[in-house]
């Protein structure tokens, strides 16, 4: 299905940057797909990494896998908006598109950790929409992690052990979901975005449409 969610659909709109993290594992990419497969002006913003891919991963569709050599290639020639370190891996998002996507009405999904959230925040406050994905419990989430393809038990272990420190940023966040059923998780998550995009900073044709009222009064 696909459905843009604006309720006037002439109307104008900036859109958005949606940003989710949350602890490895407890669900973002999952959320992510299922909103990217019902809107289509949702976007992912695809980061670049020095991590492999997992079984299935394509580069360009989930990541752009580089080299590490690569990835300080591109630190240099400045085309992240924001990069990080995690799991001992390179994370970085590209800045090429977003800005383009923002101001042609498209909205922008982003999976970073709270380091890259803080990040997107800082350079672009207004344009930001911020929410942490808590698993259900603890034990959830490392069923969830050892579950994923290509996990082994040295990935759980590093990635629960991170775990704890990422979950202490909770409060930084606009929104905060609890991903224990996935479809009730989704409908907070879309409703979030449907009510984020009728910000009055968002609709682009309000001055036009007041001073039209103000002038027909
Ligand atoms: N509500 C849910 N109930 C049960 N399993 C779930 C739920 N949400 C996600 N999962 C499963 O948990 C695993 C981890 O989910 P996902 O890869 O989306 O996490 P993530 O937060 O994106 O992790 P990472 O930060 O490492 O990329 C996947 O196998 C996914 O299918
Ligand atoms: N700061 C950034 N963090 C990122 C980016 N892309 C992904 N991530 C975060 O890394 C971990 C691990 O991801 P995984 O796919 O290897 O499991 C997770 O918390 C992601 O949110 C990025 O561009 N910048």
Known sequence: MSNSGHPKDSGKRRGLMLVLSSPSGA????????????????????????????PGEQDGKDYFFRSVDAFHDMIERREFLEWAHVFDRYYGTPKADTVARLDAGEDVLFDVDWQ?????????????????????SINALEKRLAARPGSTPEIVARRMEEAKREIM???????VIVNDDLEVAYQRLRRILLVERLKRLRQLDLEDHVRQLLGEA
């Open 116 to 136: 890259g959230a803080d990040a997107l925040h800082d350079q672009m406050p207004n344009d930001v929409v911020s929410v942490f994905i808590l698993p259900p």
């Open 27 to 54: 669900g973002k990419t999952t959320l992510s797909r299922k909103l990217i497969e019902e809107f289509d002006d949702v976007n992912l913003s695809v980061s670049a990494t020095t991590r492999a891919p997992r």
């Open 169 to 175: 940023h909770w409060r930084r966040y606009d929104y």
